[in-house]
């Protein structure tokens, strides 16, 4: 009693687990001795146990006993001598063999049942294989009868007086019987076996790739950054310049000119003020962080409790739709407004109506998801407490909520194995939902629904939105129109793969633009190296379009005069901003309601001022041709003119880091991303993965560098988009489209006044200086001079006016086209008699 009290405390503190892991070595244990037994038979031992008596065991260094050949002594030789001699010779190894897999499948803790077949069938050949070889024994005693053993000898015996000689033909066709069996199972397992082999090596090949491409981008992402210090960099200094000469212009005396360090520092400060609070601007744009749906609004379709975990499906109820009228009527009052031109705002009808509202929710598809989603989980042991289904037009979001000791991380990792079992391309997963302690599942449905253009615009948040330029995209998934005001982004960065929806994303930006901006307030400026994306809009140019002066074609299609266009347009900036300043304003909100109050005068040059959006359709196309040409005046409208009502929309469907450049992506903090090729692009354009898992045609993503939304892009159709600019183009428009600044070009034509004439005193002082050193610069001239930045340029823009030096070639000096004195000498008698 006592005893076994003792060894019940013995094993009282182990866990279940670890009694069965104690009972496997045991048996294990008892396999490898006897199969240490059988192997090491020898014939003689037998007899010698025969010979010992209990004494001669327990006397040491007594004879037979040590004469015992079997790896497991006196015991081995009994052993052996039943299992080798008796019964089934050298085959019934195949009885510690299985011992030892029992052992092993206890200590793993797997389910015993798999060997029961194992079992059976090594039994079965054991017997099978001792016939045989007894069989072949008995006829030609060919090797030694430890082969198959007594038993082995004794049925093949009893089979050969059955079945005389046809005994052989009956246990050869079981052999092969037998082997046929053991290789269908195994062909099975094997067939298997190698599946799984090469999809691990696909895997772990596709893992080191992607770890090559993060580092890859990390290495471009680290070269993006220094170029985006570099581009900041080379911004202050612009704005320090620009700052300087206007300050310098407004100081008349030089001697002041010591001011322009702390002018260059203020600045600067400013300039990083401006970039900070435009950052954070940004972030306040609509980005509600995905799957936070009034759940008390939304229509709660089913809550059902057929397993234990409950699952709830939501569709989001969506806006309410204005009037038919509505926005018809608003667009006739402002049109109003606007007295100068006869315009009428394109019509509602002209929009193709949705055939059925609202999205059928497939409640079977829904909880065959669930089933999946929750089997997997079960599979890792996750658990999980409820389930809500969020039903958008294109995905389904599941959120789940798992128990409270489950880490959300370790669902996070399961992904790629949740993404194999639903086999759903386009599964996304949030882990975590943020600012709770719930994972979302993003899973497309299998019939998606059209969200049409008409859906979005004519529903109330649309039409009574007083954003300028208000931009509807599409729909969330909790089918809400998902509407940004264009001039607070301040610019977009859109990309995709071909075939991935971005046109028509184009064509719903602007369409939604044209259904609430009157003429007069806003243009766009077209590029489409393309050449047919945008070439719907040709239509609308008397209205709606700003081109160069005499610019053959209202949409640009050609690099070179992209590239003119760009830097027109960073004119148009510059002069922008001079104006706002003039009018002491800070944006071009403020200054147009100055201007309408009638407070600026228009001899001063001051005038309405429309907002400029700028659409690039294929980035891609430009930058292969004209990389920095193109990149810096991008760059440069990017950083400075949001206040001065020039916005940017930049589309590509090559999301390399050659196209969106460090500098280019610094300043496009909202970005759109349709479905890409790979989780590389999708972190070109988007900073993180989840753009290669969209399902194209419009599904995308939008994020403003804070989170992250999957909306399903709103669809207007080619007919749609020429039935509009149809309706606008045949109005009468302006006498010609918005005409952008003329831009100085080689031969120094230009719209500025002739610096010459009204020619520095420093004139012919600052010529010498420049033929001397046989180099055009205005730092040159600044040090010898001792003058101001700004003096000393309108001095090297009179020289070149003069012909002393030549044009302006960005970084580089001027070259100087005056040899030496003399020469120059001759150069300004000529000029002296010409002013004469
Ligand atoms: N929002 C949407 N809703 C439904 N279908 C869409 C949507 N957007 C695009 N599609 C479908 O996908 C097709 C391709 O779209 P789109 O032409 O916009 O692609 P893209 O990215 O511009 O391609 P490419 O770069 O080749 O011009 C469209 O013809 C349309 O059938």
Redesign the pocket.
Known sequence: MAKKSSSGKLTSGLSESRKLEILGILIMAIGALLALSIITYNSADYALIQSLSTDTIFTVDEGPALRIQNGLGVVGAYLSYVFVYLLFGYTSIIIPILILSYGWFIFRGFDVKQLLWPTAYGIWTMVLLSTILGWVYNRYEAYSSVWNGSAGIAMSRVLENITGIGSIVILGVLFVVTVLMLLDRDLQKTVDFIKSTVAEWKEKQAEKREERAQKKAEKAKQKQEQQEIEAQRQAEQKMKQRQASTQARQNSEPAKEQSIDDIVERSQEEDLERMRQQKEEVKDLDQRPRAIIDKGEAEKVVDEEEDDVDIAVYVGKGDEEADAKELDRQNKDKAKEVPEIKYKFPTIDLLDSPPHEGNEVDLEEIKENKRIILDKLKRHKIEILSINAIVGPTVTLYELEPAPDVKISKIESYANDLKMATAAHGLRIIAPIPGRSAVGIEVPNGARE??YIKSVINTKRFVETDMELPVAF?KTIENEVFLVDLTRMPHLLIA??????????IN?IITCLLYKCHPDNLKFVMIDP?KI?LSLFRNIERHFLATLPGAEEPIVTDTTKAQETLESLTKEMDERYDLLKMAMVRDIKDYNRKYEEGDLDEELGHRHLPYIVVVIDELADLMMTAGKQIEEPIARLAQLARAVGIHLVVAT?RPSVNVITGTIKANFPARIA?QVASKVDSRTILDTGGADQLI???DMLFTNGGGMTRI????VSTEEVEKITAFIGNQMGYKHPYHLPVIEDEDGVSDIPDPLEDIDEYFEAAAKIVVLHQQGSVSLLQRKLKIGYNRAGRIIDQLYNAGVVGPYQGSTARDVLVDDEDELEQLLDELDEFEG
């Open positions: 059209t969200v599409g995709g793969a071909t075939g991935s929806g971005k046109t028509v994303g719903t393309k994306e469907q349709y194209g045609r419009g399903q892009n709103a669809f």
